[in-house]
């Protein structure tokens, strides 16, 4: 189950200095950053369903198109350098059609961005290697967390 939280005032700060390169992007697109510590991956863009939309406008916030949850826990270990790159992954995968004023969420063949790969190449590659690693850590770290409390059971 997802554990959602408000955003950390530095991440949002990253994002919208990423974010502000992106003008085409920006000039269409609304999106809103929400924490959500058992994501398993560093983030995940979704389309806001409308009733994220009515919830939002409620509050008095313009209309939000596409939602993005980042796991902090695995952002936060992350170099300047390194959480740039995964914010402009996450931004590349938000694509704009003007002429059917249509907007897309992307999913990549190989799990890479060949244009980000261009722009960063090496050290792209390193923060996905990070992320498979870290990734990997979380889930053996919650499957020896089950396994000892299955264990503590039989013990009784």
Do not use: W
């Amino acid at each position: 189950m997802a554990n959602y939280e408000k955003i950390s005032p530095s991440l949002q700060n990253s994002f919208d200095k990423v974010f502000d390169k992106y003008q085409t992007l920006a000039n269409c697109v609304n999106i809103k950053l929400i924490c959500d510590t058992k994501l398993k991956e560093y983030y995940k863009p979704v389309m806001a369903n409308e009733l994220t939309k009515h919830l939002i406008q409620e509050y008095g916030k313009p209309e939000i198109n596409v939602v993005i949850f980042f796991n902090e826990e695995l952002t936060d270990v992350l170099e300047d350098k390194q959480l740039d790159i995964v914010l402009e992954e996450s931004l590349a995968r938000i694509e704009y059609d003007s002429e059917k004023d249509k907007i897309t969420i992307v999913d990549y063949d190989l799990k890479l961005d060949t244009g980000l790969y261009g722009k960063f190449g090496d050290d792209y590659v390193n923060v996905i290697k990070l992320k498979n690693e870290m990734i990997q850590q979380k889930k053996d770290a919650e499957e020896a967390e089950k396994q000892a409390k299955k264990d503590k059971k039989t013990k009784k």
